[in-house]
């Protein structure tokens, strides 16, 4: 106190300030290592069933661009082919030029075909020949996106609410940008009771239903 | 000069306010960085662990990894990678390759020598010699969308049992098996 007095002012020890900032930046570091290490193992945990026969009848989620869209497909088919009648073996190439030149569209989607025949030896048609796809593909912007369909109004919702999940289970076309979107979809299923599958798409692609194959939808026509 | 560094008969402290600015910018940093490592790890690098379920656990599952061009599962501990022609494969004991047309589309198979066996084809006789008790669990990462169906008919026409998941492409994944069924 007295040598205070005499020089009013004594310069104090930086050494323990400059331990304690010490101290405190290695813990941080430590706590910083031990969390790296410990969540760089971190696994979220999904269950996930085997594939399995189903007599149940499938209903269609589209995810595409980060988006969801569901239809039924038979109601589709039918306003698709509704004006050109079934194809019969007597006018069978003009029912092929009146399928690929029609085009039909829902609130959120766009339905195009592609059918063929092959003419044999004196330009007889070979009805073994017939092939006939159905394409389906989102309208830009349409469908719900990750951040909507949770939301009770979200359409995807309501469109389940109108499927039964002892009849119906839910199959999801997916393309690649789109498993966020997939999930968050499947789990509002799930959560309802639906059994569901899955299949890849290739990008930018529609989703292609063979109707002449051995598709599921084979043989609607 | 800072006030507190000069020596006056009025003034007679020292200001740490500086030093515990500095110190609080350091913690504060280090916190942010901390928070960020953690966010990441546990978020969009956490790796996924498959649980096969719901229903009763009848066959043990082998994960499978499908990119397009590698298939990478485990044995023994061993993490093995191997490339994979998916447009390759069987039908009936004749070997195809896919013909496809300018737009990608299948359009049929060119029938082609059968190719060397391979350890993938080791796995797949394993599997179908074990086809009561395991099946094939395929995670489908986004670049082997294309190819993914031509991948499984590999499993599908040995009958044997699949299940599949898509996952992102440079996730990590690896199954969850209860202890009662670990090998």
């Known amino acids: 106190m007295s040598r205070k007095k005499q020089i009013g002012f004594e310069q104090p020890s930086l050494v323990p300030l400059a331990d304690m900032l010490t101290n405190t930046v290695g813990i941080m570091l430590f706590i910083l290592i031990f969390i790296t290490l410990g969540a760089g193992g971190a696994m979220i945990a999904r269950r996930l069933p085997r594939e399995r026969p189903t007599k149940a009848h499938a209903c269609y989620v589209l995810c595409v661009e980060g988006r969801v869209v569901g239809f039924r497909f038979a109601p589709l088919l039918e306003q698709f082919v509704a004006p050109l009648g079934r194809p019969s073996g007597s006018d069978l190439e003009m029912w092929v030029r009146a399928f690929n030149a029609r085009k039909t569209e829902t609130a959120s989607l766009v339905i195009s075909g592609e059918a063929s025949v092959d003419t044999g030896p004196f330009g007889l048609v070979r009805p073994e020949s017939f092939e006939v796809t159905l394409d389906i593909q989102v309208k830009p912007g349409r469908g719900e996106s990750l951040d909507t369909i949770g939301q009770p109004a979200s359409d995807y919702r309501q469109w389940l609410g109108t499927l039964d999940p002892k009849a119906d289970f839910v199959f999801f076309m997916i393309q690649p940008d789109s498993l966020a979107v997939f999930r968050a979809a499947r789990d509002e299923a799930v959560i309802r009771g639906f059994d569901f599958g899955w299949s890849p798409q290739r990008a930018r692609e529609p989703a292609r239903f063979s109707l002449t194959g051995s598709g599921r939808e084979a043989g609607r026509l | ?183």
């Open chain 2, 1 to 183: 000069m800072h006030p507190g560094n000069v020596e006056s008969a009025e003034q007679d402290h020292f200001d740490l306010l500086p030093f515990i600015a500095i110190m609080l910018c350091l913690l504060g940093a280090l916190l942010l960085v901390t928070m960020s490592m953690a966010s990441i790890s546990l978020g969009a690098g956490a790796g996924e662990g498959w649980i096969p379920g719901p229903e009763k656990l009848t066959k043990i599952p082998i994960l499978i990894e499908w990119d397009g061009t590698d298939a990478v599962w485990r044995k023994g501990g061993a993490r093995i990678r191997e490339s994979v022609d998916a447009d390759v494969l069987p039908v009936d004991g004749v070997w195809y390759r896919v013909r496809r047309g300018e737009n990608g589309d299948i359009l049929g198979g060119v029938p082609v020598p059968e190719p060397p066996r391979s350890r993938f084809d080791e796995l797949l006789a394993g599997l179908a010699a074990n086809r009561e008790t395991s099946y094939a669990l395929i995670a489908v990462r986004p670049s082997g969308f294309d190819s993914f169906s031509r991948f499984s008919e590999r499993f599908r026409g040995l009958r044997i049992d699949i299940g599949y998941e898509p996952i992102d492409q440079s996730k990590p994944v690896r199954l969850l098996l209860p202890k009662e069924v670990l090998p």
